[in-house]
């Protein structure tokens, strides 16, 4: 009985974001709990090859490109996967950008862009995907914040302010659609190995001070998000709504 808890046999995920790096992987974890999945991002073709590979594993793979900071493009993507593939269970926000520069420094432009990319794109897509979900009484959001929603570093500031964003967005989602029979909640990743920050697992001074900074001494490795999603995903947090799950390795928990 127990186990049966974080089954998702039969259910279907949309995981945005989730040709590579930490959106890849929630979507293969899911995969592995048994869920279905559509992959989402902009390019047809990576998605495509990320679809296939993960058939490959024996999965239930289908795909669906278009951006999600379009709302016209979110909508009409809801649409063709809600009358192709099926009605969506369970949808992980995970689409983002990352984009340093000074804070006096930033372009307006870049602003909008960060703004559009990390924070519109849950507003639409779980807007549009939670519309479904409230008709159906049930249903499960997962939007990916950051530690950085509650700690700032050089060079971040507008990222962390859409992180600071996601999360409020999540306890607002979570206010007005739980009486729904929706649970929506957050992970909050500390700092992973992945495309986006390739440029600071590279740079020697950077690893140096992250290993010292967490209590586990290390970066995290991307499956292990997996389990937080899985849960979030599963009739085992049906009564944990409005929630940021932190895996950081312990960043958060010390000066």
Not at 45 to 68: C, P, Q, S, T
Not at 103 to 131: C, H, K
């Amino acid at each position: 009985m127990t186990l049966s808890l974080f089954d998702l046999s039969g259910r279907l995920a949309l995981v945005t974001g989730s040709s590579q790096g930490i959106g890849q992987a929630l979507a293969l974890g899911l995969a592995r709990a048994g869920a279905r999945i559509v992959l989402n991002g902009r390019d047809e073709a990576k998605l495509a090859a990320a679809a296939e590979a993960m058939r490959g594993e024996g999965f239930d793979i289908a795909h669906a490109a278009f951006d999600v900071t379009d709302l016209a493009a979110v909508q009409a993507g809801i649409a063709r996967i809600e009358a192709e593939i099926g009605a969506i269970d369970i949808l992980v926000n995970n689409a983002g950008i990352q984009r340093r520069a000074p804070l006096e420094d930033y372009p307006a432009e870049t602003w909008a862009e960060i703004m559009r990319a990390n924070v519109d794109s849950v507003f639409f897509v779980g807007q549009t995907v939670a519309r479904g979900m409230i008709a159906r009484g049930r249903g499960k959001i997962i939007n990916i914040a950051s530690l950085q929603a509650h700690a700032a570093r050089y060079s971040i500031a507008p990222y962390t302010a859409t992180k600071g964003a996601v999360l409020n967005l999540t306890k607002g989602m979570c206010t007005d659609w739980a009486r729904h029979g929706l649970q929506i909640n957050a992970i909050g990743p500390g700092y992973f190995e992945t495309p986006l920050n390739q440029a600071l697992v590279e740079d020697p001074a950077f690893n140096d001070w992250l290993t010292k900074r967490t209590p586990a001494g290390r970066w995290g490795r991307v499956e292990e998000l997996q389990g937080a999603a899985i849960f979030l995903a599963s009739d085992a947090s049906n009564f944990v709504n409005g929630q940021i799950l932190y895996v950081d390795g312990g960043v958060l928990a010390t000066l």
